[in-house]
């Protein structure tokens, strides 16, 4: 499972004050830059645990099978919409009784379509993630990432090296591993 960073909520201007102050820069000359390496630092950090840090809207597509179906991203929040999509890509909502749909403990979301005639692919909206805003994000994880992102502003020159450990020893509590 990989998260995609386009959708990513812009980084406020707190969590880039954060880095800032993590880098003792008293500037605003490079906040744009910081901005981008936090982002980058976010975007790692969710693959690394395998979950969405801000709630933000998915969608997944994938095959109707008469099986329950895991949803990409968690922790799932809500399944919003069932759609049925058509080859030429047109979707149509299915109503409630089409299809049964879950959402686990651990966040994970599963849908399961009832037989429909002529439905061979679906369209699932969610809302994933772990938090509602970047200032109720877990204090571990946002540490990691204003660290991270303070390591990556460091080395932006190609100065080579590992990022720090602590980092990963911030983020491993709270990772999420699919086993094969």
Known sequence: MSF???????????????VKGFLRLDHGE??????????SAVHLCENFIGQMLIA????????????WQKLSKRPVQAITLV????PDGAATVLPASAYAMDI????????KLHPVSNVTRIAVTYEAGLA??????????????????GYLYTHRDGE????????????????RMRLA
């Not at 490079?30 to 982002?39: G, Y």
């Not at 509602?132 to 660290?147: E, I």
């Open 4 to 18: 995609q960073p386009e959708n990513l909520p812009a980084m406020p201007v707190e969590l880039i004050q954060e």
């Open 30 to 39: 490079d906040d744009a830059a910081i901005a981008q390496m936090l982002s």
């Open 56 to 67: 933000r809207p998915v969608s997944d597509r994938m095959p109707v099978r008469g099986e």
């Open 83 to 86: 759609e049925a999509v058509a």
């Open 104 to 111: 686990d403990s651990d966040g994970s979301g599963w849908v």
């Open 132 to 149: 509602a805003d970047w200032a109720t994000v877990p204090a571990t994880l946002r540490h990691g990432a204003v660290r991270l992102a």
């Open 160 to 175: 080579t090296g590992n990022p720090p450990s602590a980092i990963t020893a911030l983020w491993r509590p709270h990772r």
